[in-house]
């Protein structure tokens, strides 16, 4: 990774961590802002019916007034209970705030406490006066008001609320209720499941409903954020928060309950009663489980609900059971999960926005938020999971401004570390051309006095300076983008590009282009000629593409590649059990093109047998699969490629005369890249676009390419724009230099000066220090730090084994010391150099033998060769082989 990538990545993760601590530490600012987008996940989601085993009968306004008033007559109480015990309701839970007598004669009140006694499946409910966060200490249930006798064991506690002055149903109806419950709401609109301390806590209304609706015993469970409710038949999961309390999924808003007014309901029943009426739904109680609550404007309270509707508060325990029925409870990511969601984010941000592509970087970044949001809403309509949003596209919007203005500040110092580095390299080049022409003055005196030794001295250095001169020169070129058409930013004008061949019009591909427009009419055969990677299947699929049969397959072979058995059947095809392997019947590629074209590359390759076969197919368009016996025509036009000389071949009886004449109807000649060099800056651009579109080249580095001979034409040049591309961006830079460039493409700009002299001259003007290394790469433009590191080791084995292998004279020789001087006069340098030169015999000689024979000995010192330039492989392999025969101690 490189220290830009670092950087990038410290700035992000920066900007990320103090995201996350925000989100720690003030979550208020976030939870508003989620909170409010949760009723637009609910829309998208849509509506849907709650459980219809639950039910809803309503005292309504409607029904008050028509029952004489309120507070109703508790006889009316009396009858709907008593009737939903005849109709086989599994449980009933009334929520009707029966605290006090009521102004209803006290035998009404004795008759609802009789029937809520025989009953035996009643929940009645109360609420408490005040609540207050959990961790106050447990001082017994008779602090909370709350009877002990209807608490339950809860194994393993939990983070409840703690409630004072609880509300109580009269203790009549109480002596003979089957549960009891709170019916408490958080200013969040949450329910707490329980209330009180641990270990007599008092639950939910609606919990204890949907506990007596369990038939057996039922082992309660609250571990790890979830409370488990579980008897022999299933087990019901409930989820619940840090204070103890639940949020509840809303499936949908009132029209979603199912509910039958509770006069409507007692009607029904009478009329059931009397006179034996069929049964209508508000009577199909049995097996339900039914709630009586108050709804009616002023009598009860009513909650807003994600549908834009109000919600009574006893549906809200329908939904407890309902979601509980269903395992549908909503369910938060917990802050660990947002924290990871955040640090992938911003690692995805600090690689993705870099200079030169903070665009691509930016639209990436939010297409990951975009994803992320459209996911969110189906796991919220799937599995009810609640993704966060706000947070991160906060933390989104953040690291894209934090990251915009670290990639600006960074494209800045850039520059001005180039420009600073040009004018530094400018102002030596002005300080030799100064020398120069000092040493021109003192050339021309000393050859009018005839010091000819003198002049000649001086006629050399001034040629080392003018060629450091031009060096330097280059090295400043290579700081400046192209400027020319091509190198990476927009086409040229004269630039086309067809069928993805890019040329210039005026330029030897031009008249290529036009001959193919020409002959892509026809039928006929067409042999395409040209080097390798000079794009010869670009040319086969272009003449596909602009002839009828475009739209048609378009198959391409290697004849090349495959040997003739296999190239026979993967041109023809061949029968099941034809040899060994042929499990099935396949068809050929001939098939496969049916009426498109075949595209046969490296046709010069084939074999004379498989040519004859070839040659049957091009006559009357017939074959046989391998195996066959079935004649099978096709009508693909065939179009073959070689970079051999087939005519020559033809001469030499390697190839077919009958097949050449028959492939050659109509030729097209492809000429190699160093022919087009009009097109070289052209294509260079094309691929530095494909691979990065915020990259450019050096005017060095185009210069190089116009100069190299690109043995493996356009592939070849792809290959090394992909490869400088990846060099440069590791590094952090948006310019592609000559160092980026492969050591044969570089060097055609290096001058005809030694490259291993120019390395051992640049050390020494630095002495030799522990970055010499690093500044040599950097002076002499076109060099990593690894090649100049090679470069003085191979000076170091030349300069040992040209001193007959004594090292105090090659310390000398490489440091340009007197080699009889005194060794203190060398200074540092020369303890540098000495040691260098020692780790380096130490290393080369690693697997020298004496008992070895020199062949054993050279094989497996062959790892010792790679990547030392070849011009030093023979100082090598003699330092080898003197160490093996004992001339010199390792």
Request: one cysteine or more; hydrophobic letters at 40%; proline letters at 5%.
């Amino acid at each position: 990774m490189t220290r830009n990538v670092i950087e990038r990545a410290k700035v992000g993760m920066t900007a990320v961590l103090c995201c996350i601590a925000f989100y720690v530490f003030a979550p208020g600012f976030f939870d508003g802002v989620e909170k409010g987008m949760l009723p637009w996940l609910y829309r998208v989601r849509g509506e849907g019916p709650v459980d219809t085993s639950v039910v809803v009968i309503a005292l309504t306004a409607d029904d008050i007034d028509a029952l004489g008033g309120f507070p109703v007559k508790r006889s009316y109480y009396a009858l709907a209970v008593s009737a939903l015990r005849d109709l086989g309701a599994r449980v009933v839970g009334i929520d009707l705030g029966l605290t006090d007598p009521g102004s209803s004669a006290p035998e009404y009140n004795d008759l609802l406490a009789s029937v809520i006694a025989s009953s035996g499946n009643v929940v009645m409910s109360g609420y408490f006066r005040s609540l207050s966060a959990p961790g106050v200490t447990d001082t017994g249930a008779a602090a909370t008001g709350f009877p002990g006798r209807f608490t339950h064991g809860v194994a393993g506690g939990g983070p409840w609320r703690m409630g004072r002055h609880f509300t109580l149903p009269l203790k009549s109806f109480l002596e003979g209720a089957s549960g009891l419950g709170h019916t408490n709401l958080t200013d969040e609109l949450a329910l707490p499941l329980y209330i009180g301390p641990p270990s007599a806590p008092a639950p939910l209304f609606s919990l204890e409903v949907l506990r007596h609706s369990i038939s057996g015993p039922v082992r309660i469970t609250a571990e790890g954020g979830t409370l488990t409710l579980a008897d022999t038949a299933r087990t019901y999961r409930i989820p619940y928060d840090g204070n103890g309390d639940v949020e509840l999924n809303f499936t949908g808003g009132a029209r979603s309950l199912t509910t039958y007014s509770f006069l409507d309901f007692l009607r029904a029943y009478d009329e059931r009663v009397r006179a034996g009426a069929p049964h209508a739904p508000e009577t199909a109680m049995k097996d339900k489980t039914v709630l009586i609550g108050v709804v009616a404007g002023g009598r009860s309270p009513f909650v807003d609900s994600p549908f834009g509707t109000l919600f009574p508060a006893v549906g809200l325990h329908a939904l407890f059971i309902d979601n509980a029925l269903h395992d549908r409870f909503l369910r938060r990511a917990p802050q660990a999960g947002v924290a990871l969601i955040l640090l992938l984010l911003g690692a995805a941000a600090s690689v993705m926005i870099s200079p030169g592509r903070a665009a691509r970087g930016v639209l990436g970044v939010f297409s990951m938020l975009g994803f992320y949001t459209a996911l969110s809403f189906v796991l919220f309509a799937n599995a009810s999971f609640v993704m966060p949003l706000f947070v991160c596209w906060f933390t989104g919007a953040v690291l894209t401004v934090t990251m915009l203005m670290f990639s600006h500040r960074l494209s800045g110092g850039r520059i001005a570390s180039l420009e600073e580095e040009k004018l530094r390299i400018l102002g030596t080049v002005r300080e030799k051309e100064l020398k120069i022409e000092t040493l021109r003055r003192e050339f021309e005196s000393l050859r009018a006095r005839g010091d000819d030794a003198r002049t000649t001295q001086l006629g050399d250095q001034i040629e080392e300076y003018r060629n450091e001169i031009a060096r330097l020169t280059q090295l400043s070129d290579d700081l400046e983008p192209f400027r020319g058409s091509g190198g990476g930013g927009p086409p040229a004008a004269g630039a086309a590009e067809t069928f993805g061949i890019v040329y210039d019009r005026s330029g030897p591909m031009a008249r290529v282009i036009g001959l193919i427009e020409k002959l892509a009419a026809s039928d006929a055969t067409v042999l395409i000629t040209g080097e390798s990677g000079s794009g010869k299947e670009l040319v086969a699929r272009a003449i596909h593409e602009s002839s009828p049969r475009r739209g048609k397959p378009f198959v391409a072979v290697n004849c090349g590649a495959l040997s003739e058995t296999l190239l026979e059947s993967e041109l023809f095809g061949h029968e099941k059990g034809a040899f060994t392997g042929a499990i099935r019947e396949k068809q050929g590629r001939f098939g496969v093109a049916g009426e498109g074209t075949i595209f046969l590359d490296e046709i010069g390759e084939t074999t004379e047998s498989f040519q004859v076969k070839l040659l049957r197919v091009l006559q009357d368009g017939t074959y046989e699969r391998v195996g066959g016996t079935v004649t099978l025509t096709s009508s693909a036009r065939v179009v073959t490629a070689t970079n051999r000389d087939l005519k020559g071949a033809v001469e030499s009886k390697d190839f077919r005369a009958d097949l050449y004449y028959r492939l050659n109807v109509l030729a097209v000649s492809i000429p190699p890249l160093r022919e087009r060099t009009e097109d070289i800056p052209l294509l260079a651009g094309s691929f530095l676009r494909e691979q990065d579109p915020s990259m450019s080249v050096s005017g060095s580095v185009m210069r190089a390419f116009g100069s190299y001979a690109w043995p493996g034409n356009v592939r070849e040049l792809q290959s090394a724009v992909t490869r400088g591309v990846l060099l440069a961006k590791a590094e952090g830079r948006t310019l592609l230099r000559l160092r980026d460039l492969p050591d044969e493409i570089g060097s055609v700009l290096r001058g005809s000066g030694d490259t291993g002299d120019l390395v051992v001259r640049s050390l020494r003007e630095k002495g030799f220090s522990r970055s010499a290394i690093s500044e040599t790469a950097d002076d002499l433009g076109g060099f990593n730090r690894g090649t100049v590191a090679e470069y003085f080791r191979g000076a170091c084995f030349e300069a040992f084994a040209a001193e007959g292998f004594d090292k105090r004279r090659a310390v000398a020789r490489i440091g340009g010391f007197d080699p009889a001087g005194p060794a203190a006069a060398d200074g540092d340098a020369a303890d540098r150099i000495g040691k260098k030169l020692t780790e380096y015999l130490q290393n080369a000689t690693e697997f020298v033998d004496r008992e070895q024979p020199l062949g054993t000995v050279l094989e497996r010192s062959k790892p010792k060769f790679k990547n030392l330039p070849k011009k030093y492989h023979g100082a090598l392999e003699r330092i080898i082989t003197a160490a093996r025969d004992g001339v010199w101690k390792p």
